[in-house]
């Protein structure tokens, strides 16, 4: 079956700190994957999407996204995270029916 | 453009009343989608429409959703008699499919939320 997997609930770190939120997938076929970002009592907001070429993806605030084929996955990263980018994060895929497929999601804690 | 509105934004009602969440997506959009979120099992696609019609509802849950869409700017998903595991919060989100494969390469747009509690 088409899938995103993100493997941690909730990650912590320090306010200007690297940040990295993992996600794996399993498509067939040339993978679409997505991220996206939900603050509290919002809706999910667009962050990056990889289509094809570059294997880092850049994309809003400061966020990039590093597709890395021989192990699947697509991890979201950060080079200095700011206390407002905590937040639940989500890792997408359309599945075969081309429907979009949301993983569990990731919460982000950024410490000050 | 003011992005996917939906409403109302909360509603609170008994179990077995009827209940009607309503959203205009962004104008252009072609593509229109229902998620549900709860703590349990996370983001759920509902239905989806293109260009107004409904493609897929297989995921909606049963008998007593459904969804229409009757212009390119509104749709509503109803729910009737509603239970209280239907508390969640709904999304409408809407997408202007792009490039050669279509859908899979759009963004998707969301709206706020409609959270919903049935007592």
């Known amino acids: 079956a088409q899938s995103v997997a993100q493997p941690e609930d909730q990650v912590n770190v320090a306010e200007g700190n690297p940040l990295t939120v993992k996600c794996t997938y399993s498509v067939s076929g040339n993978p679409y994957l997505f991220w996206y970002v939900q603050y509290p009592n919002r809706g999910l907001q667009f962050l990056l999407k990889?289509?094809?070429?570059?294997?880092l993806v850049k994309g809003s605030y400061g966020f990039e996204a590093e597709f890395n084929k021989s192990q699947t996955s697509f991890h979201l990263k950060k080079p200095s995270a700011l206390v407002s980018d905590s937040a639940l994060y989500f890792c997408?895929?359309?599945?075969?029916?081309?429907?979009?497929?949301f993983g569990k999601g990731t919460r982000l804690h950024i410490l000050p | 453009d003011a992005g996917v509105i939906q409403s109302p934004r909360h509603e609170v009602t008994e179990m077995g009343q009827e209940v009607t969440l309503r959203c205009k997506p962004i104008s252009g959009h072609d593509y229109l989608f229902w998620y549900r979120q709860t703590m349990m099992r996370g983001l759920e696609l509902l239905i989806y429409f293109n260009n107004n019609v409904p493609i897929d509802d297989s995921g909606m849950p049963e008998d007593r959703f459904s969804a229409k869409m009757p212009n390119a700017s509104f749709s509503t998903l109803k729910i009737q008699p509603s239970e209280p595991r239907d508390s969640a919060v709904y999304f409408c989100?809407?997408?202007?499919?792009?490039?050669?494969?279509?859908?899979?390469?759009?963004?998707?747009?969301f709206g706020e939320g409609s959270r919903l509690t049935v007592l």
């Open positions: 989100a809407s997408s202007l499919a792009s490039g050669l494969a279509g859908l899979v390469t759009g963004e998707l747009f």
């Open positions: 997408a895929a359309p599945n075969r029916d081309d429907k979009i497929i």
């Open positions: 990889y289509i094809t070429g570059d294997n």
